[in-house]
Every structure is written in structure tokens, then in C-alpha cells.
């Protein structure tokens, strides 16, 4: 099992930032893969960005490209998602989920955490 505990979420204006924590207190964290997702209202859930468990390999959503980076610190059992240039349609709740391997398929993460809001203001 692996367990997830988001952090980092809050309000900020369009134009700003935030950076997002995902925390396990797992012994194998560097094995698996992480993703974040997002789910605003009434909406389906959307990929956002994604990191293997070397770091080596990321994925980033089209919405999101060139405004959001993703990282990790295996030491700390951590995955970031710096989020910059922030736009009111990207309020949202961000879980972050881990599976075996890399994945951009929101249906495909086998465990999620229970998500943190990001409210982005005009």
C-alpha cells in the first residue's frame, strides 16, 4: 500500500503561484511513479503532470505546459508540482495517485491521496 497526503493548495491571484507537496511515508516511494490530477467542478478529472520514480522521465499536460513543472526528492519522499503564471481556470482539487509506471490515463493510478483546493482569483 502507499499512501498519499497532499499539501500546499490555498487561494492566490491570477498571475501568481503555488507549489504542491506529495508526501508518502512509504519505504519504496522511488519504485513508483507519480502523477497530479485535477478535478474542478462539474468536470472530468484531468491529467496534469506526471514523473517516474527515478525522476528521470515527465509528462505535462497540455493546459498546463510551460506554466507547471513537476519534481521529486526520493530522499524525502516528495513529489512537487511548482505551478506558476496561475489562471482562474485552474481552480481545481489537485490529488496526486503513484503507479508501478509512468501514465498519462487518470483511470490507470492505482493509489490516490484525498486531494488538496487550489482557488485561483481574478
Known amino acids: 500500500q502507499v499512501q498519499l497526503v497532499e499539501s500546499g493548495g490555498g487561494l492566490v491571484q491570477a498571475g501568481g503561484s503555488l507549489r504542491l507537496s506529495c508526501a508518502t511515508s512509504?519505504?519504496?516511494?522511488?519504485?513508483?511513479?507519480v502523477g497530479w490530477i485535477r478535478q474542478a467542478p462539474g468536470k472530468e478529472r484531468e491529467f496534469v503532470a506526471a514523473?517516474?520514480?527515478?525522476?528521470?522521465?515527465?509528462s505535462i499536460g497540455d493546459s498546463v505546459k510551460g506554466r507547471f513543472t513537476i519534481s521529486r526528492d526520493n530522499a524525502k519522499n516528495t513529489v512537487y508540482l511548482q505551478m506558476n503564471s496561475l489562471k482562474p481556470e485552474d481552480t481545481a482539487v489537485y490529488y496526486c495517485a503513484a503507479r508501478k509506471s509512468i501514465t498519462r490515463r487518470v483511470d490507470e493510478y492505482d493509489y490516490w491521496g484525498q486531494g488538496t483546493q487550489v482557488t485561483v482569483s481574478s
Open positions: 514523473i517516474s520514480g527515478s525522476g528521470g522521465i515527465t
Open positions: 512509504g519505504r519504496t516511494f522511488s519504485s513508483y511513479a
